[in-house]
């Protein structure tokens, strides 16, 4: 079994997940890019109860381009997109890689909402998919 842990930049948020991920990818909707400040948001998918969160993330609810919920949570202190809860994918937490605290492993298994993704984006010979496959 699999030990994570991680947090935002200042410390406020920290974690520690506990198993193996179900689900590791990289978003290309507009949504993920405006909350990442990036060209796309790298994620990992774990149930919501193998992650132990410590300090009180801020939550911004948003709905994605699927025009399902999606609640935003990031640092109120300073600003780290941390995690993510989306109504297509109940009972899951979508933890943000970036914030691992060794976040090397990671390997992403598929892009998605592809048909935003920047044009200088290159996804190599991981899946694609226009939308959300789920």
């Known amino acids: 079994m699999e030990r994570f842990e991680g947090g935002c930049l200042c410390g406020q948020v920290r974690y520690v997940i506990e198993g193996d991920p179900a689900a590791s990818m990289v978003c290309h909707c507009t949504h993920c890019q405006k909350q990442s400040g990036s060209a796309f948001s790298t994620i990992i998918g774990m149930p919501e109860n193998k992650v132990s969160i410590n300090g009180e993330p801020v939550t911004y609810r948003d709905s994605g381009e ?10 109120g202190t300073c600003g780290s997109p941390l995690f993510s809860k989306v109504e297509v ?17 990671y ?7 592809t048909r935003s993704k920047q044009c200088w984006v290159d996804t190599g010979d991981i899946p694609a998919f226009d939308t959300n496959p789920g």
Do not use: Y
């Open 66 to 75: 699927s025009g399902k919920s999606v609640e935003r949570q990031f640092c």
């Open 89 to 105: 994918s109940p009972g899951m937490l979508w933890v943000k890689a970036g914030t691992l605290d060794d976040p090397s492993d």
């Open 107 to 113: 390997q992403p298994s598929a892009h998605i909402w």
